[in-house]
């Protein structure tokens, strides 16, 4: 359970937590607008790796991640609502990877 809180529920509301504040700017680099997308691709990662214990082929659960992600972000330049942005894609990357990192070196 305390596996899930941290690397599930945690990011989660970390994300809505930097949504509330004010923008943070960090060389003409708005992190508010990219970190959030990263914890909810570590969180959805990591979800799905603590459900489908014990994690011996981590592969079908990065296909899907990354499938998924590309294709809310790809669904925005039509019908899905927001802005198609490719730095998404790379925030939603970096998160997938940094939960496979984590869970596999901390985890199992």
């Keep these: 359970m305390k596996k899930i809180i941290f690397f599930v529920f945690g ?54 991640c990354f499938l998924v992600s590309l294709i809310f972000e790809i669904g925005q330049i039509g019908p899905i609502p927001g802005t198609f942005d490719f730095l998404d894609i790379i925030s939603y990357s970096a998160g997938i990877l940094l939960s496979y990192y984590m869970l596999e070196k901390l985890c199992f």
């Design 11 to 64: 990011p989660i509301v970390l994300g809505f937590l930097i949504y509330l504040k004010p923008m943070v700017t960090l060389w003409d680099f708005k992190i508010d607008d990219y970190i959030p997308d990263l914890l909810w691709a570590f969180s959805f990662f990591s979800l799905l790796s603590l459900l489908n214990l014990p994690v011996h082929n981590s592969t079908p659960r990065l296909i899907l």
